[in-house]
């Protein structure tokens, strides 16, 4: 009897590797970038403000973290037949 697990990997596990990886370049700019830096269609822009948002860089470091999660949940062992 073998009992081998095939991990398999869904279009779910990429899609939440996908926002894992867009939510982290959006909380590196938020870290690294003034408020007036920011681009305009991101939230806490304003003109002439010097104000970092790092609450909102914790955010998405915190939305990367459960995207993470979520692929991990998303790849579980292949289930096979055993007749």
Known sequence: ?????????????????????????VAIVYFSRTADAL???????????AHHHTKH????VALAILALIGAWFTTAPAKTSTT
Do not use: D, E, N, Y
């Open 1 to 25: 009897m073998s009992t081998s697990s095939k991990m398999t990997f869904r279009a779910t596990t990429a899609a939440c590797l996908v926002v894992a990886i867009a939510c982290v370049i």
């Open 39 to 49: 681009p305009g269609f991101f939230p806490g822009h304003q003109a002439g403000s």
């Open 57 to 60: 860089g914790i955010a998405f």
